[in-house]
């Protein structure tokens, strides 16, 4: 009975995309938080204080979105380079392998044509 395919988790390309995205709503942000600063500093009175306010609480947002980006690329990069290791052993194990059988059969060549 065959097995299932396991579920693939998303290609590093796809990874990468997504960062991509995110970063660029980042940068959306930014630009909007600059657009209120700047009508902040038109306005007077209670408006001013709503929009000052406003500001800052969403740049406090983006500190921590930006914050968070950063720990996930670190964490993607780790899994990258710990699944490109465990790669390079396997294929380092297969290798050895299939070195030991080629010699093996080798022999086995050799001895049958002597005896």
Known sequence: MPERA???APAA???GRQIKELEARLAQLEAMLADV???AERSSGAARMDLERM???VAERIA???VTLGDSLTLVSRALSSSRERVEREVSVLARGLRAGVR???EVYRAKKRG
């Open 13 to 15: 390309a796809s990874v």
């Open 6 to 8: 396991k579920a693939k």
């Open 37 to 39: 600063r700047s009508k």
């Open 64 to 66: 921590a979105a930006r």
């Open 55 to 57: 500001a800052e609480t």
């Open 104 to 106: 093996a059969s080798r």
